[in-house]
């Protein structure tokens, strides 16, 4: 990697462009981010089982329910970038529809959810490299995770410092080495099922699993905030739009198809994995609690066998990578906005000359994000992994936000047409609701002293740690303000009346 020099920042105004390369990503790069950002072979691996204890057999019909706010969320992305591409997204859509608090914060809860999740998405996939190593007693050793996993994150961010453009066709690779092996392992494990050679614990697939009747509304309640954490993700490419080619329809148009593609492949590898499984609470059944943390990779063998099941493995390696590549390069564009337009301190806007990436605010992201894990690790590994869990909270605020944000933004203009009143103003709504709903219920799980595992007295972990991150963003903010963020928090650099910058 080159030394970075930076280009200059605007001080007075906000009319001059960001410093990054407009039309380093076409439609297909746009969708490979969202989706690689979603991870789906980690996210099936993690939140399976835990889903099948919710609902049992209806996990497929789960996945459509849940996958239907996260549509009409991203109806509302989608029109939000159509005029005003900007890679601040959430940041400064919230801010030109509600101010600058309220934009601050949305903008805090995007970043901090992907700040947090960066060392435990290396961590996972050290976890599953070394696996496919045979490396068992490293896979299960913290100082060789924090080994693997800090040099992963270093290659990353050197990945994220050379341009977009590398980052998107790394990620393509990634991407296909995961959808290929998900679809290869639920072919096979259909085929073995209907041919009868999955074994006794596989059972008979019915097409009533993916119809969602039967279940309470505690289950798809419960349900629903289990599927915020395995769609999280795909509005990734909203931060890179400015240097999309047609960056007023192409980052759109790869939001909600990225969404189509993981409920695609949610579905199938749902529908055939329980089939094969079966839902036994021994062996590779998935109500067996040896297999609440994954119920993928336990499959390789007994589904493909030999080599394929190593090629599984480093799939899911690759899911969690390219998820955690993902967490680096938009969130550096988020902070690349906030620094532009003055509501974090300008130094973070230096964008590296040559390659045309925001230089610092990457380093700042990916070091913060390995450095908190490393603290949690080495104080709490079981603080880590609610601080993990409780990211749905800042997810579900911030998409709610961004929901509201539309509706708001195009209020007047609702019943222009039957088009602008579905789409801009009914559809995301009903989204917003639902994410309100969903953040709720979240909160109202998480406070149980059971839920997770830490507890603050009769209070939950998960819940405090939740919580506390989002509410550390009012003192970051007013310690922002204090520091120079003045203009923004008064409205001058940004409201509804400013013109966006461009790239």
Same mark, same amino acid.
């Given at each position: 990697?080159?030394?970075?020099?930076? $280009?200059?920042?605007?001080?007075?105004?906000?009319?001059?462009?960001?410093?990054?390369?407009?039309?380093?990503?076409?439609?297909?790069?746009?969708?490979?981010?969202?989706?690689?950002?979603?991870?789906?072979?980690?996210?099936?691996?993690?939140?399976?089982?835990?889903?099948?204890?919710?609902?049992?057999?209806?996990?497929?019909?789960?996945?459509?329910?849940?996958?239907?706010?996260?549509?009409?969320?991203?109806?509302?992305?989608?029109?939000?970038?159509?005029?005003?591409?900007?890679?601040?997204?959430?940041?400064?859509?919230?801010?030109?529809?509600?101010?600058?608090?309220?934009?601050?914060?949305?903008g805090?809860?995007? #970043?901090?959810a992907?700040?947090?999740?960066?060392?435990?998405?290396?961590?996972?996939?050290?976890?599953?490299?070394?696996?496919?190593?045979?490396? +068992?007693?490293?896979?299960?050793?913290?100082?060789?995770?924090?080994?693997?996993?800090?040099?992963?994150?270093?290659?990353? !961010?050197?990945?994220?410092?050379r #341009?977009?453009?590398?980052?998107?066709?790394?990620?393509?690779? !990634?991407?296909?080495?995961?959808?290929?092996m998900?679809?290869l392992? $639920?072919?096979?494990?259909?085929?073995?099922?209907?041919?009868?050679?999955?074994?006794?614990?596989?059972?008979?697939?019915?097409? *009533?699993?993916?119809?969602?009747?039967?279940?309470?509304?505690?289950a798809?309640?419960?349900?629903?905030?289990?599927?915020?954490?395995?769609?999280?993700?795909?509005?990734a490419?909203?931060?890179?739009?400015?240097?999309?080619?047609?960056?007023?329809? *192409?980052?759109?148009?790869?939001?909600?198809?990225?969404?189509?593609?993981? !409920? #695609?492949?949610?579905?199938?590898?749902?529908?055939?994995?329980?089939?094969?499984?079966?839902?036994?609470?021994? #062996?590779?059944?998935l +109500? *067996?609690?040896?297999?609440?943390?994954?119920?993928? =990779?336990?499959?390789?063998?007994?589904?493909?066998?030999?080599?394929?099941?190593?090629?599984?493995?480093?799939?899911i =390696?690759?899911?969690?990578?390219? $998820?955690?590549?993902?967490?680096?390069?938009?969130?550096?564009? +988020?902070?690349?906005?906030?620094?532009?337009?003055?509501?974090?301190?300008?130094?973070?806007?230096?964008?590296?000359?040559?390659?045309?990436?925001?230089?610092?605010?990457?380093?700042?992201?990916?070091?913060?994000? @390995?450095?908190?894990? &490393?603290?949690?690790?080495?104080?709490?590994? *079981?603080?880590?992994?609610?601080?993990?869990?409780?990211?749905?909270?800042?997810?579900?605020f911030?998409?709610?936000?961004?929901?509201?944000?539309?509706?708001?933004?195009?209020?007047?203009? !609702?019943?222009? $047409?039957?088009?602008?009143?579905?789409?801009?103003?009914?559809?995301?709504?009903?989204?917003?609701?639902?994410?309100?709903?969903?953040?709720?219920?979240?909160?109202?799980?998480?406070?149980a002293?059971?839920?997770?595992?830490?507890? @603050?007295?009769?209070?939950?972990?998960?819940?405090?740690?939740?919580?506390?991150?989002?509410?550390?963003?009012?003192?970051?903010?007013?310690l922002?303000?204090?520091?120079?963020?003045?203009?923004?928090?008064?409205?001058?650099? &940004?409201?509804?009346?400013?013109?966006?910058?461009a790239?």
């Amino acid at each position: 990697m080159s030394l970075p020099t930076s $280009s200059a920042v605007p001080t007075t105004s906000t009319s001059g462009g960001k410093g990054l390369r407009p039309g380093a990503v076409g439609l297909a790069g746009s969708i490979v981010i969202a989706a690689s950002s979603v991870a789906p072979a980690y996210s099936l691996a993690a939140a399976l089982a835990g889903m099948v204890a919710v609902v049992g057999a209806k996990t497929p019909a789960l996945f459509v329910i849940g996958f239907i706010p996260m549509m009409l969320t991203a109806f509302a992305f989608r029109e939000l970038a159509s005029e005003t591409p900007d890679c601040g997204a959430t940041f400064t859509w919230a801010t030109r529809a509600f101010g600058p608090w309220v934009g601050w914060l949305a903008g805090w809860a995007s #970043g901090i959810a992907a700040i947090v999740a960066v060392g435990n998405g290396a961590q996972i996939a050290a976890i599953y490299l070394l696996q496919a190593l045979h490396l +068992n007693a490293a896979a299960n050793s913290m100082a060789a995770q924090i080994a693997v996993g800090g040099l992963a994150v270093v290659v990353l !961010l050197a990945l994220c410092v050379r #341009g977009i453009d590398i980052t998107a066709r790394s990620q393509a690779v !990634l991407l296909a080495v995961q959808i290929a092996m998900l679809a290869l392992v $639920s072919v096979v494990a259909l085929v073995k099922v209907l041919g009868h050679h999955a074994g006794a614990q596989a059972v008979t697939p019915q097409w *009533n699993w993916l119809v969602p009747t039967g279940l309470s509304a505690a289950a798809i309640a419960h349900g629903t905030i289990l599927c915020v954490f395995a769609y999280w993700g795909w509005d990734a490419c909203l931060s890179v739009s400015e240097e999309t080619k047609d960056p007023h329809r *192409n980052p759109g148009k790869a939001a909600v198809a990225a969404t189509l593609l993981v !409920l #695609g492949t949610y579905v199938l590898v749902s529908y055939a994995i329980q089939a094969f499984a079966g839902f036994g609470t021994t #062996g590779i059944g998935l +109500n *067996n609690p040896q297999n609440a943390n994954d119920a993928l =990779s336990i499959l390789g063998d007994p589904v493909v066998g030999g080599a394929l099941a190593v090629v599984l493995l480093l799939a899911i =390696s690759s899911s969690s990578l390219a $998820s955690t590549l993902t967490c680096l390069a938009p969130t550096a564009r +988020n902070m690349l906005a906030m620094a532009f337009y003055r509501a974090l301190p300008q130094r973070l806007a230096r964008i590296h000359r040559r390659y045309r990436t925001p230089w610092l605010g990457t380093l700042v992201i990916g070091v913060s994000g @390995f450095g908190i894990y &490393l603290v949690m690790m080495l104080v709490s590994q *079981n603080s880590l992994t609610d601080m993990v869990a409780s990211l749905g909270l800042a997810t579900a605020f911030y998409y709610a936000v961004t929901a509201y944000a539309c509706v708001w933004t195009y209020r007047r203009t !609702l019943l222009r $047409s039957a088009r602008d009143f579905w789409l801009r103003g009914a559809l995301p709504l009903v989204g917003a609701v639902a994410m309100t709903w969903a953040f709720t219920q979240s909160a109202i799980a998480m406070y149980a002293p059971d839920y997770g595992k830490t507890h @603050f007295g009769p209070v939950g972990g998960v819940f405090v740690l939740g919580m506390g991150l989002l509410g550390l963003g009012i003192p970051v903010a007013v310690l922002s303000a204090v520091a120079g963020g003045r203009d923004f928090f008064r409205g001058k650099t &940004l409201n509804a009346r400013t013109e966006v910058a461009a790239a």
